[in-house]
Each structure stands twice: as C-alpha cells, then as structure tokens.
C-alpha cells in the first residue's frame, strides 16, 4: 500500500482483497442453497451440474458441494486473520492460507468445467450457483465469472492478512478496488437481475408459477398432513391439479373401515402457504385407488374449492 508506484499498488491491493471476497462469495452461495431447501424441502432439484449424475448420486453430491463451500470459505477467512502483528504482514497460518487459496482457485476451475458440461449436455439448466437465484440457463456470463474467479484466486495466494487500510488516499484507492471488482461481478451474474426482479415484482397468484415439487413439500410439512397421515395408504398422490391460487392433492386413505379420498388445497405461495384439509368418502361398491380418486376427487375440486379457499 506505501509504493509510490500506482500500478504495483492496484495490483497490491487487488491481492489484498481477494480472499475476504471470495469467502463471502463462497459463503453466501451455500447459504442461498440451504435456504432453497428449507423452503422445498428437497435437496432433489435446482442444484445445477448435479442433474448431470444418475438421480441416487444428487442428493449426496449437492449435500458434498455445499458443505464444501462453506468449508472452503471459512477456511478463507480464518487463515487470512492476522496474528501478533498491526502491519498485516503475518498470516494466522501461512501454509494453510496457501492451500486454501490454491483449492479455492481449483474449486472455481472445476466449476467453469462444469458449467461448460452443463451448456454441451443439458442447455436448458441454470448453474445452481446460488439457489432459485441462479435458474436461468448456464450462459457465458456465469462461466466467465467462474474464470474470474479462478484467477482472483490464483492472485491472492502471496496476499498479507487482513489490515486496515491508511487514511487518505490510500483508503479511497482500496475502496475503489473492491467496487471496482463487485461491480465486475455483478455485472457477470444473472442473479442480480434476478434478485431485482423478485425484490421490486410479485406476480400474481394466478399466474404464479411454482413447482409440483415444491407443493408437495409444503404439504408435508403441514399440520394438516400430520392430522391425516396415518389415515393415508400410499406414498404418490393419487392426483393433482391446479385451480387459480390453490393446487389440490388427493391421497387414497382409509376412513372408518372404509376407503375415502383425503383431499389437500395447498395455496401457491413460495414462503408458508396455507394449507386445508377435506375428507371424501368413495361410495361403496364404487372403484378404490387412483382410478375412484382421479373421478370423485376432481368433482368436489371444481365445485367445491371455492367453499375450501374461504377457510383460509
């Protein structure tokens, strides 16, 4: 930071500051990723390069993948603390520091690897790189931050811990380094526009489209659900379909010795949506199983969802 040069100080402070910036970047791209899950409630989809592997490796591949990140990036941070020193010239672990930087730029090299799969074989998925954020489809941009990345990385391998910056000047430079670099990476990732998008836009329930998924999970978690569980005699709904702002889920079970269809209206809601419960009894004599469900269950649905919607 003290070389009168301008140059070898850019540079100086471009090294300085990649390990606390990829950490972050690391970091929040497994806590996007854990709060897709606790909003699905599945690990199965929207985990980019994942889908590339047969169905019984995703979960564990993107469970390795996410722990790994938040690994990596707290590896980042922790060896970059400075120890016994108020220069930042002493790292807390040198060697360690060295190998967490070294990996990080591998982790970003496989990842552009990747993505250059996931754009040869499957065109249509989003990188997964941050959770629902990263939905559309894997295009340059993505891949040419993960170069970025992979060479910001490479940059920082000889950087000091972390310090604060002089006053003056100094400061202004530093400062205009780090926007400098955020504003390159926003700029090579479509999750910003993504996240503007949500963040200024909420469509309409009707037009609201959400994942079958996603219902069901809901669902599950459900009081409803548990009211009715032990009543319910198969694992795959017997039907589903789509009224307006509900999707309704009809489940064979077993009600007072006799078959009924247990009918769920799951509101299309991304974050806690309400969830009603109706009880069907399927007329004696009358076919049992997904056949009677699909019949009797749809009826009700369209002329009774209005008078379910108004329990809400």
């Not at 955020?182 to 479509?190: E, K, R, T, W």
């Not at 809901?218 to 009211?227: D, E, I, N, T």
């Not at 307006?244 to 889920?249: D, S």
Request: hydrophobic residues 50%; aromatic residues 6%.
């Amino acid at each position: 930071m003290t070389t009168p040069d301008l140059p070898a100080t850019l540079l100086a402070d471009l090294q300085d500051v990649q390990p606390p910036l990829i950490a972050a970047l690391l970091i929040g791209g497994c806590l996007a990723k854990l709060s897709r899950v606790l909003r699905s409630g599945t690990l199965d989809a929207g985990l980019g390069p994942t889908q590339l592997f047969p169905l019984r490796l995703r979960r564990p591949l993107a469970m390795i993948m996410c722990a790994f990140e938040m690994c990596l990036g707290l590896a980042l941070l922790v060896t970059v603390l400075p120890v016994g020193t108020r220069g930042g010239t002493a790292l807390f672990a040198p060697r360690a520091a060295t190998g967490a930087r070294i990996t990080a730029a591998a982790f970003f090299l496989v990842a552009a690897a990747a993505l250059v799969e996931v754009r040869g074989r499957r065109p249509d998925l989003g990188c997964g790189c941050f959770g629902d954020l990263s939905s559309q489809p894997a295009g340059r941009r993505s891949l040419a931050r993960a170069l970025l990345l992979t060479g910001a990385a490479l940059i920082s391998v000889e950087a000091p811990a972390l310090y604060l910056p002089p006053r003056g000047h100094g400061a202004l430079l530093f400062l205009g380094v780090i926007c400098a670099e955020l504003a390159l990476i926003a700029a090579l990732s479509p999750e910003v526009g993504e996240a503007l998008v949500r963040l200024g836009y909420t469509d309409p329930c009707e037009l609201r489209q959400l994942p079958a998924d996603r219902t069901l999970a809901a669902l599950r978690r459900s009081r409803q659900w548990r009211k009715h569980a032990q009543a319910i005699t198969t694992e795959m709904p017997a039907d589903m379909w789509r009224e307006l702002c509900w999707r309704y889920v009809v489940f064979p079970c077993r009600q007072d010795g006799g078959n009924a269809e247990v009918v769920f209206a799951v509101q299309l809601k991304r974050r806690r949506p309400a969830v009603q419960a109706a009880v069907l009894p399927v007329a004696p004599g009358g076919p049992a199983g997904p056949a009677a469900s699909t019949v009797s269950a749809q009826d009700w649905g369209r002329h009774g969802a209005m008078q379910l919607s108004m329990r809400v």
